[in-house]
């Protein structure tokens, strides 16, 4: 549950057959990165860490609220003994590119044992087949204010599927400089799975599976 929660607080700071997936937080991006598109369907995301597991999955869902705004919400229901996490963000995707790169802002907030919040800033260009996006955040948790940067790439390859990595850097909140590696694999054109490592670098990684359902 440690790991998760260190996770999300990250990220507080991220046409083909692949849906597109909500994070961990509920952002439609990778893993933890979101990327600077809005959601144009409603996205339900499901997920469980090997290495730590619930009684009840991470559960994320996106939602278009119009064109180019996203609302999503991300929910962690440990066992008795840790406290639910909530998070709620929106993103803005901005009707604007620099030198072909896509821009967006978000905003996040979380509830989890102490209240947080965030704001972001969101980019996204796609290189020689590979997207890269970026999410620059400020934000505050428990009364301590941090930044951050997190980063991930994703290639789109053959048979409807995606490989994804992400870097993250440390914070002041807790956050420890690590990586995420994932493969995601679409079975249609409305449902994916994923499987990956998460937090590699800190002790152990998290292996984590996963299913997204887009409508």
């Given at each position: 549950m440690k790991k998760i929660i260190v996770s999300m607080l990250v990220i507080m700071g991220l046409t083909s057959a692949v849906v597109a997936a909500p994070t961990l937080s509920g952002q439609t991006g990778g893993l933890l990165v979101a990327d600077a598109y809005a959601t144009k369907s409603i996205?339900?995301?499901?997920?469980?860490?090997?290495d730590e597991p619930s009684d009840y999955p991470l559960m994320s869902v996106?939602?278009?609220?119009?064109?180019?705004?996203?609302?999503s919400a991300s929910l962690n229901i440990p066992d008795a003994k840790d406290k639910t996490c909530f998070m709620i963000n929106g993103k803005y995707e901005l009707p604007?590119?620099?030198?072909?790169?896509?821009?967006?802002?978000?905003?996040?907030y979380m509830d989890y044992q102490?209240?947080?919040?965030?704001?972001?800033?969101?980019?996204?260009?796609?290189?020689?087949?590979?997207?890269?996006?970026?999410?620059i955040s400020y934000g505050e948790f428990d009364k301590d204010s941090y930044t951050d940067l997190v980063i991930g790439a994703?290639?789109?390859?053959?048979?409807?599927?995606?490989?994804?990595a992400e870097f993250m850097t440390a914070n002041k909140i807790g956050a420890k400089s690590g990586a995420n590696l994932y493969l995601r694999y679409s079975l249609n054109i409305n449902f994916e799975?994923?499987?990956?490592?998460?937090?590699?670098?800190?002790?152990?990684?998290?292996?984590?599976?996963?299913?997204?359902?887009s409508f």
């Amino acid at each position: 549950m440690k790991k998760i929660i260190v996770s999300m607080l990250v990220i507080m700071g991220l046409t083909s057959a692949v849906v597109a997936a909500p994070t961990l937080s509920g952002q439609t991006g990778g893993l933890l990165v979101a990327d600077a598109y809005a959601t144009k369907s409603i996205e339900i995301g499901v997920y469980q860490f090997a290495d730590e597991p619930s009684d009840y999955p991470l559960m994320s869902v996106a939602v278009p609220v119009m064109d180019a705004l996203e609302l999503s919400a991300s929910l962690n229901i440990p066992d008795a003994k840790d406290k639910t996490c909530f998070m709620i963000n929106g993103k803005y995707e901005l009707p604007i590119d620099v030198k072909a790169v896509k821009l967006a802002v978000g905003a996040s907030y979380m509830d989890y044992q102490a209240d947080g919040w965030a704001v972001s800033a969101i980019g996204t260009k796609e290189i020689y087949g590979v997207e890269l996006s970026a999410n620059i955040s400020y934000g505050e948790f428990d009364k301590d204010s941090y930044t951050d940067l997190v980063i991930g790439a994703e290639k789109r390859m053959a048979n409807n599927m995606v490989l994804g990595a992400e870097f993250m850097t440390a914070n002041k909140i807790g956050a420890k400089s690590g990586a995420n590696l994932y493969l995601r694999y679409s079975l249609n054109i409305n449902f994916e799975v994923l499987g990956g490592l998460n937090d590699i670098g800190n002790n152990a990684s998290n292996i984590i599976i996963g299913g997204v359902y887009s409508f």
